[in-house]
């Protein structure tokens, strides 16, 4: 019994030191956004205590730079990242599913295959396709490039969703005459919701932290990463810390929302097994 | 429109358009770039001078840099994720913060994870040498030569990628029966021991899978040394990078990306194939 205690006090000792080490940057990040400068990027060694508040940083991060524009850009590319996700994702998920398991888990694999070439590798070569095209710069082409990365997760995603409903509904619906695409968008796909949430929900938040296809396909029209970097280049490190801390209020509110979801099987898109 | 069910390839017509998407968006490209890469830019021959060029601008000291940083970003993520991933296969009061703590980094933008260790970690002074000072410890350089960049770069990498390593393999722990634990015990094998013998040899597939999707991953770490150090110590990918913002030509960048994409499949073959070579030696 008293070795069960020890071990007890050891797994609490151990779990909030692994806390602490990965609560601290993020505790930084937001120290230094609400600190007058001369507390924390004033100093050579500064304190790590919060000891006053401020919004001048948000302030003249918001005044001095030209928030709307990018904030508006990352906004329309992440809202359409999940819409052209879903919107390729849900047929996909629907027919894998209709198939035999083997060669449906097959085409996963093949699809997270997609997923491990390099992103520089793909957005040199069509930098130069969307450049001839006109569409450097733009909303849709940032979209296009980035919903790389999240269609073979929302597939496989909703593809779970759509297994998991009984067969018997399916069947009911095409012998009351539905047709296949009725059956799908009116019957299935509200009852996967629960899935298509989590997978738009994740695609969302894919495109709002992307940079490599952003700084390459949208340098001049830039979304909120690639302001930051700019900052950060220009020397501007007060104004990056409140643009850091913008975009990551969002972000760690969606983590919280979608942990449950956010689990190993399906970041190992289903690969194993 | 009505569509037979009973017909046979019904489902591949659902399918067509995340096939064409992919093939278009990511295979052609790719296969293009690769293709042209190899092609003079002056003449449109079949060449491989591209390359021979690159070596003259440092390729090989990136390949090295690269190789080092994804060794090392690996083995300090599997260290923390399966302390994490051994946390959380116990139930214990408190668990689910725990969980919602180790798993916030996992959501934050790269370029913001990169800032804040710019914080932490800046060319002099900063917030980890302002914590040292507290105990006492004499400042540290963290950049003072190409390895220590990498060191600190690994440990800022790090951060944002142990989560998903901890969680894939909290899966792998989660689907061993605890019998096999129950029996170690009796036998008397103690934590150590139970890890080696049973954790890590009945988690093998999820090890593969974590070690791919990292591995290929850390090959393309790109915004956190931009950040953190810049073009040097040059890594593939910021070399590419230098490449396509500084040349007129897309020739050289997409014969340092060729070589990227080359060290990346290279390396999920190798990790593949150990697996198969394992998994022929088991049976």
């Known amino acids: 019994m008293k070795r069960k205690t020890r071990n007890k006090y050891l797994l609490y000792v151990v779990a909030s030191v692994v806390a602490i080490i990965f609560i601290y940057p993020l505790y930084i990040l937001f120290l230094v956004s609400f600190s007058p400068t001369r507390y924390t990027l004033d100093e050579l060694f500064p304190s790590q205590l919060l000891s006053h508040i401020t919004l001048a940083n948000f302030i003249s991060a918001l005044t001095q730079y030209n928030f709307v524009a990018p904030m508006f850009k990352s906004l329309e590319v992440a809202f359409l990242v999940g819409a052209l996700t879903l919107a390729v994702a849900i047929p996909a998920a629907y027919g894998l599913s209709k198939m035999n398991k083997r060669l449906a888990n097959l085409i996963v694999v093949f699809l997270f295959m997609a997923n491990l070439v390099p992103a520089l590798v793909i957005a040199i070569p069509i930098s130069a396709e969307f450049i001839k095209a006109g569409l450097f710069d733009s909303v849709i082409a940032l979209a296009l490039a980035q919903s790389l990365f999240t269609m073979p997760l929302a597939t496989f995603i909703i593809l779970g969703a759509f297994r998991a409903i009984p067969k018997d509904i399916e069947n009911q619906a095409r012998v009351d005459g539905m047709g296949v695409l009725r059956t799908l968008y009116t019957l299935l796909t509200p009852l996967a919701k629960a899935g298509i949430a989590v997978a738009f929900l994740l695609s969302w938040l894919t495109s709002w932290d992307e940079f490599t296809f952003a700084v390459i396909l949208s340098p001049l029209k830039p979304t909120l990463p690639v302001i930051v970097y700019i900052n950060i280049t220009e020397g501007s490190l007060v104004q990056a810390a409140a643009f850091a801390a913008v975009i990551s209020i969002p972000v760690i509110v969606l983590t919280v929302i979608l942990q449950k979801y956010i689990k190993g099987v399906y970041l190992s898109g289903g690969l194993t097994g | ?283």
């Open chain 2, 1 to 283: 429109m009505k569509f037979k069910l009973k017909h046979k390839y019904f489902p591949l017509f659902f399918i067509l358009p995340l096939i064409i998407y992919i093939v278009l968006i990511s295979f052609y490209p790719a296969f293009t770039g690769i293709f042209q890469a190899f092609h003079s830019p002056s003449t449109g021959k079949l060449t491989t001078s591209n390359f021979t060029a690159l070596t003259h601008y440092g390729l090989f000291s990136a390949i090295i840099n690269t190789v080092i940083l994804t060794a090392g970003a690996l083995a300090i993520e599997f260290t923390f994720g399966f302390i994490i991933a051994s946390l959380l296969s116990k139930t214990f009061r408190g668990r689910s913060i725990f969980s919602t703590i180790y798993i916030l980094p996992f959501g934050i933008a790269t370029v913001v994870s990169a800032y804040t260790f710019s914080l932490i970690f800046p060319a002099v002074g900063g917030y980890a040498n302002s914590l040292l000072s507290i105990f006492g410890i004499h400042a540290i350089n963290w950049y003072s030569n190409a390895y220590m960049t990498l060191f600190t770069t690994m440990l800022a990498d790090s951060w944002k990628t142990t989560p998903i390593v901890a969680l894939i393999l909290l899966a792998g722990m989660s689907q061993i029966p605890p019998e096999l634990y129950n029996a170690a015990k009796v036998d008397g094998a103690g934590p150590i021991k139970r890890f080696f013998s049973i954790t890590l040899p009945n988690m093998t597939d999820f090890v593969t899978i974590a070690l791919i999707i990292r591995g290929i991953a850390e090959f393309n770490i790109f915004a956190l040394p931009l950040i953190l150090f810049g073009y040097s110590p040059a890594l593939l990918t910021t070399l590419t990078y230098n490449f396509y913002s500084t040349t007129s030509t897309l020739y050289y960048s997409l014969a340092s990306a060729t070589i990227l994409f080359a060290f990346a499949m290279g390396f999920a073959l190798i990790v593949v194939f150990r697996r198969r070579m394992i998994g022929a030696y088991e049976a």
